[in-house]
């Protein structure tokens, strides 16, 4: 059995993450995408609103900071989805990491303190004790799916569950507020722009993880062909189960940054971002079926989330109608990846 080392790849790596290479960059035509859109907003805000959808400021910092959020999470969906696997448990393990660590960053001012004991400390403390809980969530999901042998679907589901239990459990539902001022800088630091920096330090580490390491290689070969990742090699259980507590401390990082930025944790918070972060990463061109995809994309498809919810809101849509176009695009987006998968096929 041949093993992988620096200067052995498997083949079903060259048939994905390297033949991305030598074609133009997919994400051009994605970007495309959300200048369009962004384009359409304007001209739609100057003949119904009477106003500009780009040339304010507020909003735009508004649209980047509800991004970071889905958009951290999303980055570790997205390397999830390319090895094969989904995860819908990440909005409740938003929810449980926060309502966690929430109880570790109060201050002893607070009136309403729950541990009275666990008051002013360091905020790396809270920090620590959210990325962690995050991280086992992710550990979790990872080893039931190789143990157990059941899908991510499943194992995921089981977690999106217990985990909005957990977090409504822990303070019997009350929400958790008055968080130190080191700790809430962490949403507020930078003239509120902090949680925009730490998405993007979070997109270009991953970045060059997935584009330039043993890890990224080795994540494209498993979704591309498990099979021939096994025979080169790789120990996929181990790798799965690195992937998936990677991407729950993702999550536990995007809790910490949410809670500190709206200074509360409450247990009802993270409906849905698991679905936002997956359509992020589809909108953003990674592969459903697998080995294939860039955080590059997935960086921009939470971009045109953001951009569209925020120009629906803008032209006074009803939330309702925003959810339906918001669902037929993630469907549209979908049968868009069916469709170039097929000709990958044909291509190889």
């Known amino acids: 059995m041949t093993t992988l080392d620096n ?3 498997p ?8 033949k991305q290479k030598k ?15 962004s384009l359409m907003f304007e001209i739609l805000g100057w003949m119904f609103v009477g106003q500009s959808f780009l040339m304010n400021m507020s909003r735009l910092q508004i649209i980047v900071l509800q991004v970071s959020v889905i958009g951290i999470i999303a980055i570790g969906v997205t390397m999830v989805i390319i090895t094969g696997g989904i995860d819908l448990s990440s909005g409740s393990v938003v929810a449980m990491s926060a309502m966690i660590a929430a109880t570790f960053a109060q201050t002893s ?37 190789t143990k157990t042998k059941i899908p991510p679907f499943i194992a995921t589901l089981g977690m999106m569950v217990s985990a909005r239990g ?90 910490m940054v949410a809670i500190a930025r709206i200074k509360t944790a409450q247990a009802g918070m ?42 629906f809101t803008f032209l006074r849509i009803d939330a309702y109608y925003q959810d339906i176009i918001k669902g037929a695009i993630i469907v549209v987006a979908v049968i868009v990846d069916q469709h170039r998968q097929g000709k990958f096929k044909k291509s190889t």
């Open 23 to 37: 074609a133009l960059p997919p994400e051009l035509s994605i970007l495309a995408v959300l200048v369009g859109i």
């Open 270 to 311: 993270g409906l849905m971002y698991e679905l936002d972060a997956i359509a992020a990463a589809v909108i953003g061109g990674v592969s459903l079926s697998g080995g294939r995809g860039r955080i590059a994309g997935t960086v921009i498809g939470a971009l045109i989330l953001g951009v569209m919810l925020s120009g």
């Open 11 to 18: 083949a079903a790596v060259d048939t994905g993450a390297e």
């Open 166 to 255: 957990i977090a409504r459990w822990y303070t019997d539902g009350s929400p958790v507020s008055g968080f130190t001022k080191d700790f809430a800088a962490l949403g507020n630091a930078l003239d509120r722009w902090m949680p925009v920096v730490i998405f993007l330090a979070v997109a270009v580490i991953f970045h060059i993880v997935m584009r330039y390491t043993r890890f990224g290689k080795f994540t494209y070969a498993i979704g591309a062909n498990p099979q021939a990742a096994r025979v080169s090699g790789i120990n996929i259980d181990m790798h799965l189960i690195k992937v998936y507590a990677i991407a729950g401390l993702l999550t536990g990082l995007a809790a």
């Open 109 to 145: 001012a607070w009136p309403k303190v729950i541990f009275p004991t666990l008051t002013d400390l360091p905020f790396i403390v809270p920090l620590i004790v959210g990325l962690g809980a995050g991280a086992l969530a992710g550990f979790i999901n990872g080893w039931l799916i």
């Open 7 to 9: 200067t052995v790849k």
